[in-house]
């Protein structure tokens, strides 16, 4: 869930990227500028990092800020949901990660299947979009908007890929230590209830 000091940043950030994309006048470049530094700082204040590597992480893109996109695989076997171990935790997750520049969600989510799980989909439905801040994840530096596709294996088998270590399918109620910056258990619940129910509509919040 979203915290107020992280809210404030991201907002004061959002404004001044803006700002400093279409901005012409040098005096308010500059109170854009201002703004920015202002973001770091209150990132700075509460996460004790470095400022390099806030500048690194927060404040290296231009243009006009929007959410980041995070794209999930719901692929259902058995009445059970696949999962991928990730390397960068070790903990499990929906295949799945950042939309790619030039590839439509349905796209992404079949080449990011493929290479994190070795199965082989067709994207049959869109379940759910959801607001990151709307969900109990961790705090993050980057407004996301999550999206969930049910998927249906047509070729392939289980295989690891670069960043995953393991594949598996997990009943609902044995779901395995969850990698929270990408998935929860309730959202885990709520494409359950899509098998269970073919006939759900999308759900957006």
Known sequence: MSVKWLEWAQRIQSISQAGLAFSKDVYDIERFE??????????Q?????????II???ANETGYQTPKVDIRGAVFLNGQILMVNENIDGKWSLPGGFCDIGLSPAENIVKEI???SGYDVVPVKLLALL????????TQP????????QCSIVGGQA?????????QFFNEN???????????AAQIGLLFDFLRDPQKETVFD
Do not use: C, W
């Not at 204040?45 to 590597?53: A, L, P, R, V």
């Not at 295989?159 to 594949?167: A, W």
């Open 142 to 149: 980057f407004h996301y908007y999550k999206v969930f596709i």
């Open 45 to 53: 204040e509460h996460t004790g990092q470095d400022m390099e590597k």
């Open 56 to 58: 690194s992480l927060f």
């Open 174 to 184: 044995a779901l395995p230590d969850l990698s929270l910056n990408r998935n929860t």
């Open 114 to 116: 493929k290479e994190e």
């Open 131 to 138: 607001d990151m801040n709307k969900h109990a994840h961790p």
């Open 34 to 43: 201002e703004l920015k530094a202002i973001s770091l700082e209150i990132m």
């Open 159 to 167: 295989e690891n890929g670069l960043e995953t270590k393991g594949v």
